[in-house]
């Protein structure tokens, strides 16, 4: 026998049960209810113990679910954080770029002022010089102490002719090409140099030792003078540097002389003056090029 398509919930055992169960639960609520609203009238202190019993009870509950809110808000806090963390990060991190590339920026500007600057102090030094260029590069380690020169004989750059910075005596030309030279730098062994002590003029003899600092011994050998701190300056002996150039500074004394630093950094100097050697035929051309201070204006 065919069983049919659709049966009354009255013929289920299974929705009777269910149906009755809701009517229970219904009847047994609206009981409750009712209870609770006489008891609110007849009893109100009775009624507001019950009530702070039945919050007692859902308590831990409310606890519970609090607890659970808060952690599924949390996460959802971090989520957020975490998000906006990395547009932070992007966000910085070009800003950091933009900075460096500021930041190289005013370092190439501020360099390019020093060497200007020193180039505008050079000159204004020495107004009687040949030419100005700058120090390309210098040895360190090497036997020979020798710089290249940005100029050579476009200039008029030669062989023999002294080179001096803002601060002091560099050295002289050893070789010049048609557009660099090589300079002798100062603590090479092979060059020596005539100077005197600026504050008596006592007269010494300079000479490299190859390792950044110069030998300085005087004439008489007998007598040794020199104290730290004392400031030697060309003399004008020789015929090729031209005096009162500021040479070197004493750092301390030795059995035969002292041992002296050079004023003028060839590591740290940018700007030179190539000088024209100190011989009669120039310092007669320099005296007739200078102006006479007493011809009328």
């Known amino acids: 026998m065919v069983r049919p398509a659709h049966r009354r919930p009255g013929q289920s055992r299974k929705a009777q049960y269910s149906l009755f169960v809701a009517y229970v639960i219904a009847v047994t609520g609206a009981i409750a209810g009712l209870l609770l609203a006489l008891l609110s009238v007849v009893d109100p202190v009775g009624f507001a113990q019950l009530r702070v019993v039945s919050q007692e009870v859902a308590a831990p509950v409310a606890r519970v679910t609090r607890s659970i809110t808060g952690s599924i808000s949390g996460v959802d806090d971090n989520i957020s954080a975490y998000v906006k963390a990395g547009t932070q990060n992007r966000r910085l991190r070009n800003e950091l770029a933009d900075a460096r590339r500021k930041l190289v920026a005013t370092s190439a500007l501020q360099e390019e002022n020093r060497q200007l600057k020193s180039l505008l102090?050079?000159?204004?030094?020495?107004?009687?010089?040949?030419?100005?260029?700058?120090?390309?590069?210098?040895?360190?380690?090497?036997?020979?102490?020798?710089?290249?020169?940005?100029?050579?004989?476009?200039?008029?750059?030669?062989?023999?002719?002294?080179?001096?910075?803002?601060?002091?005596?560099?050295?002289?030309?050893?070789?010049?090409?048609?557009?660099?030279?090589?300079?002798?730098?100062l603590t090479d062994v092979d060059n020596i140099v005539p100077v005197r002590r600026a504050r008596d003029g006592l007269p010494a003899l300079s000479s490299g030792r190859g390792n950044g600092f110069l030998d300085v011994r005087t004439l008489n050998i007998a007598n040794n003078p020199f104290k730290p701190g004392d400031i030697l300056v060309t003399s004008g002996t020789g015929g090729l540097y031209p005096p009162n150039i500021p040479v070197a500074i004493v750092v301390s004394r030795q059995d035969d002389g002292a041992l002296a630093r050079p004023l003028a950094d060839p590591g740290r100097v940018d700007a030179v003056a190539v000088l024209r050697p100190y011989t009669p035929d120039n310092i007669e051309a320099q005296a007739t090029l200078a102006p006479n201070p007493d011809a009328a204006p």
């Not at 020979?144 to 002719?161: D, E, F, K, P, T």
């Not at 002294?162 to 660099?180: H, K, M, T």
């Open 121 to 185: 102090k050079l000159q204004q030094t020495d107004k009687a010089a040949l030419a100005h260029g700058y120090l390309l590069t210098s040895t360190s380690t090497s036997s020979r102490r020798i710089a290249l020169l940005s100029i050579g004989r476009n200039l008029g750059v030669a062989s023999g002719q002294p080179v001096r910075g803002a601060d002091g005596l560099i050295g002289r030309v050893l070789s010049a090409g048609p557009s660099v030279s090589q300079v002798l730098l």
